[in-house]
């Protein structure tokens, strides 16, 4: 029997997703051919990374994998298990690509202001092993976890110890003020919920001890301003308002997440008894810069769907193993190399630089018929020939620059991954039937008012979806140092530190590349990896409208990150004066698919799942999509690419 063809437009880590689920067996391999069609000369999308020829790693962002990406971790497990590398490959295994870390922080603007870190305990699980817990352990988890903060003991005492770093807890300065009457009265209340959670008390009764110690909280949080143990109760309070707010709206009931979807993160919060202070402390603040969620990027206008946060924070407490891993090597070398190599092996076929410039629909309106392309460069060996990978000391790794020597003739300029090239190429038809039975959608959220005109003049669902899914542009910065973390002035261990001034708000310590990178005439000893968002507006501008676009905004980046040098570095690196800098990288996502998907208020129910496009033989994925995460990472889109891939094949892949 013919196999049916799949093109997969898109090469991110949703399409690769699919392309990896769709091909996992020998009965799915004799059912489907696959195609993906990506515009450019490597794969990852807003996740590709690469090398240039100094040997450094240029990645589009900091990326980091939260220890709760049950579906990414798995894919990635299942990709280095197939390619079974030696054991002196530099990424033998996927252990060697990610190492377990925790150390968190964000920048604290209450009191004094300064570094608050967290330390997520470690526990013995492996991401990618199983699924999430049931719905109610989550909110449990949540109160619980409160307590154990407040009360000082469990797990949680590392939390605690970096809350209070003087060595003091909770409990020994409750003890310390014996004329503070709120301190000891608020510990019997939280013991006194504590007891009540072991026992197995119902929701009802929780939030009855909740509203219940809620005032000491707040009388203690009033009176307690400026000092350490203020953070300590922002962060009771705030995750005693999430517990709150989940029992309360039934958010894991039958409303779900999108019950809550129109109020904004922080007002629902509110709703739910959290105080000014705690809302506007940068704990409060948090799930904005790690979405990138502000109304066009303008750091005074932070804005996240209530329903998507509350899912996002709920699903990061469930982590496994630890609470974020860092990868031991460029993006596109610890994920996206292995992924393509494994593809390759199961017979999955790649188009790279095809550019996807419409999706046309039949008369009926409800098929995709054709697919129009551009293909922007010809290669000596014929389109489906380019080999993307070169070896960099034993590691498979994607050059900065599409690797020339394969093509037939180099026309025109520009990156062949701008909407913004000047390339002419060769215009290309994928016809239903001919060259395709099936079409996977895997193009940004920000990209689809170009290609998919004809959609969404016919589906008012689709103009609704494109409309309302906003995206935003980001930065992002390397920087290499000639001095250590140490020297430059970091007294900690490498963290992951956040809620940093405008506009490259978080910073990670990534120095355990430099090994790996061996720059070439040049010694370095930090690596700092920073990235944020740009302002600007809600939808890129068209390419022909604003040809100067690009080249402006990241002249924009330029002079906003002098300033940034000039008056924020010393925050967190006081003795990096720029003499210390011996390269550096930056760079803006400004394209319209290089840009963020938001989830802000409101919208959520706009998204459309990738198996419901109303279009019989197409399907969507990315981090855009009712994914049921919403918040834009590789988690989502993975489980994007995972939802498509079942709706295709008609089999209930495992999710989460
Ligand atoms: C600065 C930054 C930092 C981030 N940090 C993290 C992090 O720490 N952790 C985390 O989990 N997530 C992070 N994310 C989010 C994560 O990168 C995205 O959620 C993820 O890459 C989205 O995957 P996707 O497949 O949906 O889309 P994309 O990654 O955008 O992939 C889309 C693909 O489609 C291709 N394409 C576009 N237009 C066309 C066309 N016309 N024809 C053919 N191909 C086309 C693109 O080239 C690309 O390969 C970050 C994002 C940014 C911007």
Same mark, same amino acid.
């Given at each position: 029997?013919?196999?049916?063809? $799949?093109?997969?437009?898109?090469?991110?880590?949703?399409?690769?997703?699919c392309?990896?689920?769709?091909?996992?067996?020998?009965?799915?391999?004799?059912?489907?051919?696959?195609?993906?069609?990506?515009?450019?000369?490597?794969?990852?999308?807003?996740?590709?990374? +690469?090398?240039?020829?100094?040997?450094?790693?240029?990645?589009?962002?900091?990326?980091?994998?939260?220890?709760?990406?049950e579906?990414?971790?798995?894919?990635?497990?299942?990709?280095?298990?197939?390619?079974?590398?030696?054991?002196e490959?530099?990424?033998?295994?996927?252990?060697?690509?990610?190492?377990?870390?925790?150390?968190?922080?964000?920048w604290?603007?209450?009191?004094?202001?300064?570094?608050?870190?967290?330390?997520?305990?470690?526990?013995?699980?492996?991401?990618?092993?199983?699924?999430?817990?049931?719905?109610?352990?989550?909110?449990?988890?949540?109160?619980?976890?409160?307590?154990?903060?407040?009360?000082?003991?469990?797990?949680?005492?590392?939390?605690?110890?970096?809350?209070?770093?003087?060595?003091?807890?909770?409990?020994?300065?409750?003890?310390?003020?014996?004329?503070?009457?709120?301190?000891?009265?608020?510990?019997?209340?939280?013991?006194?919920?504590a007891?009540?959670?072991?026992?197995?008390?119902?929701?009802?009764?929780?939030?009855?001890?909740?509203?219940?110690?809620?005032?000491?909280?707040?009388?203690?949080?009033?009176?307690?301003?400026? +000092?350490?143990?203020?953070?300590?109760?922002?962060?009771?309070?705030?995750?005693?308002?999430?517990?709150?707010?989940?029992?309360?709206?039934?958010?894991?009931?039958?409303g779900?997440?999108?019950?809550?979807?129109?109020?904004?993160?922080?007002?629902w919060?509110?709703?739910?008894?959290?105080?000014?202070c705690?809302?506007?402390?940068?704990?409060?603040?948090?799930?904005?810069d790690?979405?990138?969620?502000?109304?066009?990027?303008?750091?005074?206008?932070?804005?996240?769907?209530?329903?998507?946060?509350?899912?996002?924070?709920?699903?990061?407490?469930?982590?496994?193993?630890?609470?974020?891993?860092?990868?031991?090597?460029?993006?596109?070398?610890?994920?996206?190399?292995?992924?393509?190599?494994?593809?390759?092996?199961?017979?999955?076929?790649?188009?790279?630089?095809?550019?996807?410039?419409?999706?046309?629909?039949?008369?009926?309106?409800?098929?995709?018929?054709? $697919?129009?392309?551009?293909?922007?460069v010809?290669?000596?060996?014929?389109?489906?020939?380019?080999?993307?990978?070169?070896?960099?000391?034993?590691?498979?790794?994607?050059?900065?620059?599409?690797?020339?020597?394969?093509?037939?003739?180099?026309?025109?300029?520009?990156?062949?991954?701008?909407?913004?090239?000047?390339?002419?190429?060769?215009?290309?038809?994928?016809?239903?039937?001919?060259?395709?039975?099936?079409?996977?959608?895997?193009?940004?959220?920000?990209?689809?008012?170009? $290609?998919?005109?004809?959609l969404?003049?016919?589906?008012?669902?689709?103009?609704?979806m494109?409309?309302?899914?906003?995206?935003?542009?980001?930065?992002?910065?390397?920087?290499?140092?000639?001095?250590?973390?140490?020297s430059?002035?970091?007294?900690?261990?490498?963290?992951?530190?956040?809620?940093?001034?405008?506009?490259?708000?978080?910073?990670?310590?990534?120095?355990?590349?430099?090994?790996?990178?061996?720059?070439?005439?040049?010694?370095?000893?930090?690596?700092?990896?920073?990235?944020?968002?740009?302002?600007?507006?809600?939808?890129?501008?068209?390419?022909?409208?604003?040809?100067?676009?690009?080249?402006?905004?990241?002249?924009?980046?330029?002079?906003?990150c002098?300033?940034?040098?000039?008056?924020?570095?010393?925050?967190f690196?006081?003795?990096?004066?720029?003499?210390?800098?011996?390269?550096?990288?930056?760079?803006?996502?400004?394209?319209?698919?290089?840009?963020? +998907?938001?989830?802000l208020?409101?919208?959520?129910?706009?998204?459309?799942?990738?198996?419901?496009?109303?279009?019989?033989?197409?399907?969507?994925?990315?981090?855009?999509?009712?994914?049921?995460?919403?918040?834009?990472?590789?988690?989502?889109?993975?489980?994007?690419?995972?939802?498509?891939?079942?709706?295709?094949s008609?089999?209930?892949?495992?999710?989460?």
């Amino acid at each position: 029997m013919a196999r049916e063809r $799949v093109a997969i437009l898109g090469g991110g880590p949703a399409a690769l997703a699919c392309a990896w689920q769709l091909s996992s067996s020998a009965s799915l391999r004799d059912r489907f051919e696959i195609t993906v069609f990506e515009m450019g000369h490597r794969l990852g999308g807003k996740t590709a990374s +690469s090398r240039d020829e100094q040997g450094r790693i240029l990645e589009h962002g900091l990326h980091i994998l939260f220890g709760f990406y049950e579906s990414f971790f798995r894919l990635v497990r299942e990709a280095y298990a197939e390619l079974d590398r030696p054991p002196e490959h530099p990424l033998a295994t996927w252990r060697h690509a990610f190492h377990p870390d925790g150390l968190g922080g964000l920048w604290e603007t209450l009191g004094a202001g300064g570094p608050v870190l967290f330390q997520y305990p470690r526990d013995g699980g492996v991401p990618g092993d199983g699924r999430e817990p049931r719905p109610r352990d989550h909110a449990l988890h949540m109160v619980l976890g409160c307590l154990q903060v407040l009360g000082g003991y469990g797990p949680f005492q590392q939390v605690e110890a970096a809350l209070f770093p003087s060595g003091e807890s909770w409990r020994s300065l409750g003890a310390r003020s014996p004329s503070e009457a709120t301190l000891p009265r608020l510990r019997r209340r939280v013991h006194r919920l504590a007891r009540l959670l072991e026992r197995g008390a119902g929701e009802r009764v929780i939030v009855a001890a909740i509203d219940g110690l809620r005032p000491a909280l707040h009388a203690a949080l009033e009176r307690h301003q400026d +000092s350490g143990l203020t953070l300590g109760l922002v962060f009771a309070d705030l995750w005693l308002s999430l517990a709150r707010g989940v029992l309360v709206d039934d958010v894991l009931g039958v409303g779900g997440f999108q019950a809550i979807d129109h109020l904004e993160w922080t007002d629902w919060l509110g709703q739910h008894g959290a105080h000014p202070c705690s809302l506007g402390s940068s704990m409060g603040q948090a799930v904005h810069d790690a979405a990138f969620s502000f109304i066009d990027g303008d750091p005074a206008r932070p804005s996240v769907a209530a329903g998507a946060a509350a899912r996002g924070q709920l699903a990061a407490y469930t982590y496994r193993g630890a609470g974020f891993f860092k990868m031991q090597a460029g993006m596109g070398e610890a994920v996206l190399a292995p992924l393509y190599l494994g593809l390759k092996r199961r017979g999955v076929r790649f188009a790279f630089f095809h550019r996807v410039e419409a999706l046309r629909l039949d008369p009926t309106g409800r098929r995709i018929q054709a $697919v129009d392309l551009r293909r922007q460069v010809e290669l000596r060996e014929g389109p489906l020939s380019y080999r993307p990978l070169v070896d960099v000391d034993g590691v498979e790794c994607w050059p900065e620059e599409p690797l020339w020597d394969q093509a037939v003739e180099v026309q025109g300029h520009g990156s062949v991954e701008s909407y913004w090239s000047q390339r002419p190429g060769l215009a290309q038809r994928l016809e239903l039937g001919q060259d395709f039975d099936r079409v996977v959608l895997g193009i940004p959220v920000g990209a689809l008012p170009r $290609v998919c005109g004809d959609l969404i003049a016919a589906s008012p669902r689709w103009a609704r979806m494109v409309e309302q899914v906003g995206s935003i542009a980001t930065v992002a910065a390397q920087l290499w140092f000639d001095q250590d973390l140490e020297s430059l002035g970091w007294p900690h261990p490498p963290t992951l530190l956040s809620r940093l001034p405008p506009p490259l708000t978080t910073w990670c310590d990534m120095s355990h590349l430099l090994k790996l990178e061996r720059l070439h005439g040049v010694e370095a000893r930090q690596l700092s990896y920073l990235c944020g968002t740009q302002s600007g507006p809600f939808l890129a501008p068209r390419p022909e409208d604003d040809p100067d676009f690009p080249r402006r905004e990241h002249a924009r980046l330029v002079d906003d990150c002098e300033l940034f040098w000039d008056q924020h570095l010393r925050l967190f690196l006081p003795r990096a004066g720029r003499e210390r800098l011996v390269s550096s990288y930056l760079r803006v996502n400004c394209e319209p698919h290089a840009r963020c +998907s938001l989830a802000l208020p409101g919208t959520l129910s706009a998204r459309i799942a990738p198996g419901d496009t109303g279009f019989d033989n197409l399907v969507i994925c990315g981090d855009w999509t009712d994914n049921r995460l919403y918040l834009a990472c590789a988690e989502g889109s993975v489980r994007s690419g995972v939802m498509a891939a079942s709706a295709i094949s008609g089999q209930g892949f495992p999710i989460g």
